[in-house]
């Protein structure tokens, strides 16, 4: 592919933020009840607790099919919207400021095919939320385990452990006035034998002291890791599993010798992935990317458990090459990413510009209208280069389509419960990604 291809990308991405600005600005309040309609609710986010707080003033875009903007409105003060949804309403964007990396940044998402509904809760990260949260420093001494455990890695709450480092600060904050557990993971450096999982709860540890991690944590017939039997149709891939918990996912680990173990004794819901990364290679603009990825749930860790990853790279680089070469910013551009429709529900181009980006999601075949976004967010892309983009293509075995799956996660984000669905268990996932220079 030459670097006319790529670059024709770029510039539909970028056209696409320009256009004849807003053609209507209102809020949702005053506007006269009409039906169907459109409603959501906004929060910030913390990154570090669950402290949240209402948005207000989001940008709430309803797009023509042609991409042209009907009409937009801002989230109230409470963070609510509700707006009218037309005969020719077709595309729906939500844009708001976030604050990470001690940096604004903006998070665009556009629904190509929208309907009218209840699209849930929509959250934003703002780390100067984390003001709010209560933290501490839990300082382990880690010495007997370097010493009996001398062949394993250790992992604390999902990051590993550098066993030079005696003293280890783990940085817990509390969730509705609590410490969640702290999960230990010791997985073996070579292959053939047992991992190991313990637990400590810091809410009964007096954390101003240094707490010394006992080897006794891990003793016991319900500490020791089951191995799964786990076929995979490539041989360069890796392994990854997790528990899905009331305290969200915990013992993710890598496995580098392949050789997946689960605690089903200590957690009952244990998920395992495969994943796939191949260079594309680049030129002058930038460098291409594939990743594949199958997560499957563990139902009877008796039972072999087959991760069949995706494995459409050139399927994928055949379309996103054909759509470089098309990408012109006027009018729709037609897509089809429906070569693995069995497994996969959804289509995104994402662009990104530093922390910022604008996702675009569909079906997984369809058109890219050129959008139109106002004018206060045109400048965000418009502006400056383009740093990535992003073609990607992902599913969930318990979803029958692309509307289930939109349907399923905004009960998921108004649900009280702290554990995700089971219908989010199985998933499939592609991207092909340009990284600029």
Known sequence: MGKGCYASALVLLLSGCGGSGDSSNSDTDGVLPSSPRLVMDVENTANMCNVSEKKAGVDIIVHRRDGSILSS?????????????????????????????GSLSWNIRTDLNAKAGDYGIYRFTDERLNNGCECTDINLDISEIATVYSNYNLYANNAYINPVLTYYPLHACKRDNKFAPVNFVLIPKQSGATAYAGTIDPNTLDLSQVVSLSSSIFEGETHEGT??????????????????????????????????????????????????????GGNDIGYLSYNGLTRRAVVDTSSKLSLNLPLNENLMLNEVTRLMGVMDG?????????FNSANMQGFQITLGQGNSYWAISGPLKGSIPDLDLPTHLQAIFGNSSVSSMSFYVWGYGGMADLYH???????????????????????????????IY
């Open 330 to 338: 006027v009018g729709n551009t037609n897509y089809d990413f429906s």
């Open 405 to 435: 799956l939109r349907s399923e996660l905004s009960k998921s984000s108004r649900s009280n419960s702290p554990i995700r669905s089971t219908k989010f268990d199985n998933y499939d996932y592609e991207d092909i990604t340009l990284t």
């Open 73 to 101: 409105y801002k989230s109230d003060a409470k963070g609510h919207v509700d707006v009218p949804w037309s005969s020719e309403a077709s595309h729906l964007t939500v844009a708001a400021p976030e604050f990470f990396s």
């Open 227 to 280: 191995l799964i039997n786990i076929d995979v149709n490539s041989s360069n891939y890796s392994l990854r599993s997790y528990s899905e918990t009331e305290y969200g996912r915990q013992n993710w680990v890598t496995w580098t010798t392949k050789e997946v173990q689960l605690f089903p004794e200590l957690f009952n819901r244990n998920l395992v992935s495969a994943s796939q990364r191949i260079d594309l």
